[in-house]
């Protein structure tokens, strides 16, 4: 079986709101698996269905091939989650914090202890020593949650926004300690606000509105449905615009013109074949620019476009 989890019109109604509204997602197995999508989108309550912990209205789901309505209690056998908030005792030292959880999933006192320490060195927290959890950084914080979720090796791991309210550093720690974990073979669905994020982790990504999957694919192939790459020109001389559209390599009907910016946009398909060629032209017509550079449309782009949001 290649695919970690699999759901087919997944519905889930809150009196006369759709949350869910015929989702259907495929996640392969060792892959980051991205849910981008607006407040509201139903990113949430397809976790919590996903999780056992919200039955659906309709639709089919697996996850690690087991059914989650007729089997909840072997997919919880294989599942790690790591919700929002840090399900953390902040009183308690991390190495305590870890061996409470190991407890909590039956392990063996001594074996506790010893899957504790796995971690706490696996994570980069084993020089913490018995410091409360309330005097950890952010970063070391979420990075202990992550160790929790991971007390039972799970097949699949579930992140529900897994670095919200983290400063950029503390973001870099998380991501790192995630891509060490796909590395290890565990699959992990993804869910977001921070479209750099998506583009940082995830082999592939859906974008959700409205309850359903609106767009699904790579960050390259989204991003493409936006236009493709293009080459930005900015020039010295705004009078020179006019003159500088005839040299970009596609019609001038397709150059857009932002004259307060001295600014010209054009698609392109060879992309290093574009960027020379327009920067020989340019010196050979005398057109002086400021810069000349290749852009790829970003994720918040894409995001925009799909969800019309936001």
Do not use: C
Not at 84 to 98: C, F, K, S
Not at 207 to 223: N, P
Request: hydrophobic residues 40%; charged residues 30%.
């Amino acid at each position: 079986m290649t695919d970690a989890i699999v759901v087919e019109g997944l519905r889930k109604r809150y009196g006369d709101k759709a949350a869910l509204d015929g989702l259907d997602l495929t996640v392969a197995r060792g892959t980051v698996h991205g849910l981008l999508g607006p407040n509201g989108a139903g990113k949430t309550t397809a976790v919590r269905v996903l999780t056992t912990l919200l039955r659906p209205d309709e639709g089919r789901v697996e996850v690690a091939g087991r059914d989650v309505l007729r089997r909840a209690y072997d997919v919880r056998l294989r599942i790690g989650l790591l919700g929002q908030h840090a399900a953390l005792d902040e009183e308690l030292g991390g190495r305590q914090n870890l061996e409470m959880f190991a407890r909590l999933h039956h392990l063996r006192t001594r074996h506790a202890r010893v899957r504790a320490g796995e971690l706490l060195d696996r994570f980069g927290l084993a020089d913490t020593g018995p410091k409360a959890v309330k005097h950890y950084s952010g970063g070391m914080r979420r990075r202990l949650d992550l160790a929790a979720s991971l007390i039972a090796e799970p097949e699949v791991l579930f992140l529900d926004e897994p670095t919200t309210g983290l400063d950029p550093r503390g973001r870099a720690e998380v991501w790192a300690a995630v891509r060490s974990l796909v590395g290890g073979g565990t699959t992990v669905l993804l869910t977001t606000q921070y479209l750099e994020e998506a583009d940082q982790l995830a082999d592939r990504i859906s974008v959700v509105d409205h309850g359903r999957v609106v767009a699904d694919g790579t960050a390259d192939q989204l991003k493409a449905r936006t236009g493709g790459d293009r080459i930005d020109v900015v020039l010295r001389d705004a009078g020179q615009l006019g003159a500088a559209v005839a040299l970009l390599p596609v019609g001038t009907s397709g150059v857009r013109v932002d004259r307060d910016r001295r600014l010209l946009s054009a698609p392109v398909t060879d992309r290093m074949a574009a960027l020379s060629g327009v920067v020989r032209a340019l010196e050979a017509a005398g057109i002086e620019a400021e810069d000349v550079a290749l852009r790829r449309p970003t994720l918040d782009e894409v995001f925009l476009r799909l969800t019309g949001r936001a």
